[in-house]
């Protein structure tokens, strides 16, 4: 089974650069894999992706040696085997509150006697043999190599971290920042620089780097991605592809609209 990179870089104690697809087409998820990230995460929770093309995503990026993560709409085990099965290398799961839903979560995600999950890696043995190693042994090392994510995004979450991240099997936690705004009745955008939401952030890391557990989280900027590796994320998601399309589409017009004007009044 090929080895999951974003361990390797945990490990020297640096950060994953994480890309985020919300598009559900596999040319925008290729497109997208092929631009430097350590790993890109396909995103059907908020996302317009369904199952179907999820895996043609998945295919997508495959063609590099970008690692494949997917964010699952929730704890359903169903759902979790099924992208496991497709050839995601994690998940990323929303509303972990408790020590026993992140149970839950990692049951459904590992094979016994970790977890209950069913024998069936349909895609996942072909992607994870790789160029170079072989994928029959995917079983005997699923449970290492594939990724189990919470989210940590309520007042109540925060309140469990000690015993959420002292489940075996968790991988690393990821920050929601809209929603943990929200939770602790700030705006999902602008309260990002709230005192209580600031403090929780900071009260997540630290919980996390005692525990030795890697946080993440998603950003909106360059600035702030920055901002939150140097304050001790390890798996911070650049904006999306719906973003980025929209953010280059907007400036590519007003420059030549802008221009336009210009050269109007010059004439």
Not at 86 to 91: D, L, M, Q
Not at 137 to 140: G, K, V
Not at 236 to 250: G, I, V, Y
């Given at each position: 089974m090929r080895p999951n990179t974003l361990k390797e870089i945990w490990a020297r104690g640096e950060a994953v650069l994480n890309g985020w697809c919300s598009i559900p087409s596999s040319f925008s998820a290729e497109v997208m894999a092929h631009q430097g990230f350590d790993s890109i995460t396909i995103d059907m929770q908020?996302?317009?992706v369904g199952y179907q093309v999820a895996v043609t995503m998945l295919q997508a990026i495959s063609t590099t040696s970008v690692i494949p993560l997917t964010r699952v709409p929730w704890n359903d085990p169903g759902r979790l085997m099924k992208m496991l099965d497709?050839?995601?290398?994690?998940?990323i799961c929303t509303r972990i509150n408790t020590a026993e839903a992140e149970e839950k979560l990692v049951r459904a995600c590992k094979y016994p006697p970790m977890g209950f999950r069913s024998f069936g890696p349909i895609r996942a043995k072909y992607y994870a043999a790789g160029a170079t190693h072989g994928g029959g042994?995917?079983?005997?090392h699923a449970n290492e190599e594939t990724l189990v994510i919470p989210q940590i995004e309520t007042r109540e979450a925060i309140r469990n971290l000690d015993e959420i991240l002292q489940v075996p099997g968790i991988s690393a936690i990821y920050v929601g920042p809209s929603d943990l705004a929200?939770?602790?009745?700030?705006?999902?955008?602008?309260?990002?620089?709230?005192?209580?939401?600031?403090?929780?952030?900071?009260?997540?890391?630290?919980?996390?780097?005692?525990?030795?557990?890697?946080?993440?989280?998603?950003?909106?900027?360059?600035?702030?991605?920055?901002?939150?590796?140097?304050?001790?994320?390890?798996?911070?998601?650049?904006?999306?592809?719906?973003?980025?399309?929209?953010?280059?589409?907007?400036?590519?017009?007003?420059?030549?609209?802008?221009?336009?004007?210009?050269?109007?009044?010059?004439?």
């Open positions: 908020h996302g317009m497709a050839g995601s290398y994690g998940v042994d995917y079983h005997t929200m939770a602790l009745g700030s705006e999902p955008r602008t309260g990002q620089k709230d005192p209580q939401v600031i403090e929780a952030k900071q009260t997540i890391i630290e919980t996390c780097q005692r525990h030795g557990i890697p946080a993440g989280i998603h950003t909106n900027s360059t600035e702030v991605a920055v901002e939150m590796i140097r304050k001790g994320f390890q798996l911070t998601s650049l904006q999306s592809d719906d973003r980025f399309l929209m953010s280059k589409a907007k400036q590519e017009v007003n420059a030549v609209r802008d221009a336009l004007k210009v050269q109007s009044r010059v004439s």
